[in-house]
């Protein structure tokens, strides 16, 4: 594996490049020269991304007494934007170069073309990043793929009200794939057209809303620290009011720092009842809640963590990446806390020559994978297979050794500081649970 460090100009392309050959992440279409704004996720991408999303829905639904869940439809009618304000508002300008005709979002470019310097550039117009389709054999309604999850959660509100009667504070939460037609995609998988998100709406009686702002806030800003993201990488950032979304009260964004500078790869907002106010407005549906104790109807407050699966992704994966020497030779390491990992454990024998250690170690295989996701490796010397463990995470790798016939016991070697111990196999199950939990 070619050595390469973050502190390089070119560090984002063979990034992309090292994740590309391990299996993390693919370019969609690839084989067809690509389609920009779209990625796919390949063995080891797929396995991290489920682990992330299930540390979320812990975090997050699981931890918490009154969340529900909700998975709703991807398509929806256009009379949803419009109430939603996504028609009106949910825009970037931009600006066209008449000499080389790419475009750019505004704040790209500053007066001349960003991609061939020229000043012949147009005025900036506004574009929607909805994607629009028509729906029905007859293509005559409108419909738009969601540009957040958000929406289907507002206009279920009663039917998750009323099926689980719940009372407030409460929270629907909703992870899928939301899509936004993003006028300039860029830096890897940063800013996509598809991607997955991670969003809860949690109602609160509006003069708890603060109170709830600041709770959610720090549970989700803690998240990212306990899983390993180091704290001079990670801040949160106040929006000014002027540059609020058109529905919120409050916005503090969650930033991460790439190589492209700090980013945000979470928000908060706190939405008032804008939402389920015009949804009621434009749906001719009463979506107050009644309140059991003070007898009153009102519109809730929401407060609102949200997420892409990707730049959280990303972000981890950028964290984690890592070169330093070990036993004399520079070697390329992910320091992916090991709950986020693909792989948890890989078994080795020591020799794949000679049959003993062979049979002992796909043993000990068969009986871990049915409970961690375990690889089984006897191709090339043990080097180079801790090497390979080391560059995609895997945090503990065993080899079965001469001794391990004697002692029916395995050297566990711990991937961040290549320290090794013997653990008697009859104890690997309980030992693997308590260093990965």
Not at 23 to 32: K, L
Not at 224 to 233: R, S
Not at 419 to 431: A, S
Request: with cysteine; charged share 30%; hydrophobic share 35%.
């Amino acid at each position: 594996m070619k050595i390469f460090k973050k502190d390089s100009e070119n560090f984002l392309s063979e990034f992309s490049k090292f994740l590309k050959n391990e299996g993390f992440i693919f370019q969609s279409n690839e084989i067809y020269g690509g389609l920009n704004g779209f990625y796919d996720f390949g063995p080891l991408g797929v396995l991290m991304k489920i682990n992330l999303k299930n540390l979320w829905l812990e975090d997050v639904v699981f931890k918490e007494k009154n969340v529900y869940l909700l998975d709703s439809s991807l398509i929806n009618s256009e009379k949803i934007f419009e109430a939603s304000g996504h028609l009106e508002n949910f825009y970037d300008n931009l600006i066209e170069c008449y000499d080389c005709h790419l475009r750019f979002k505004e704040e790209e470019v500053k007066d001349k073309c960003p991609n061939c310097s020229s000043e012949n550039i147009s005025e900036p117009k506004k574009f929607n990043l909805m994607f629009k389709t028509q729906i029905g054999a007859l293509g005559d309604q409108t419909g738009y793929l969601r540009p957040e999850t958000a929406q289907g959660i507002f206009v279920n509100f009663l039917n998750v009200l009323n099926s689980t009667r719940a009372k407030l504070p409460f929270g629907i939460a909703s992870l899928g794939k939301s899509f936004r037609n993003e006028i300039n995609p860029r830096h890897f998988i940063f800013r996509l057209r598809e991607f997955e998100q991670m969003e809860l709406e949690f109602f609160t009686k509006p003069s708890e809303s603060d109170y709830w702002f600041d709770y959610w806030l720090e549970k989700r800003f803690k998240w990212y620290l306990n899983l390993g993201i180091k704290e001079e990488n990670i801040k949160k950032v106040e929006v000014p009011k002027e540059e609020l979304p058109h529905y919120s009260k409050r916005n503090v964004d969650i930033y991460y720092k790439f190589s492209f500078g700090f980013q945000e790869i979470e928000g908060l907002a706190n939405r008032t009842d804008y939402d389920l106010k015009k949804h009621s407005e434009f749906s001719g549906k009463d979506l107050r809640y009644f309140d059991p104790d003070s007898k009153e109807k009102y519109f809730p407050y929401v407060i609102e963590p949200s997420c892409g699966v990707e730049r959280v992704i990303f972000a981890f994966l950028f964290d984690a990446f890592d070169v330093d020497s070990l036993n004399g030779s520079e070697r390329i390491v992910l320091r992916l806390n090991p709950k986020i990992a693909p792989i948890k454990v890989a078994v080795f024998p020591l020799l794949s020559n000679k049959k003993e250690l062979v049979e002992m170690a796909k043993q000990i295989y068969e009986e871990l994978r049915t409970k961690f996701v375990t690889v089984y490796d006897e191709s090339g010397s043990i080097g180079r297979r801790y090497r390979r463990q080391d560059e995609i995470g895997t945090p503990f790798c065993l080899t079965v050794d001469f001794d391990s016939l004697k002692n029916k016991d395995v050297t566990i070697r711990y991937r961040d500081s290549g320290f090794q111990e013997r653990v008697p196999v009859k104890e690997l199950e309980e030992f693997l649970k308590e260093k990965i939990k």
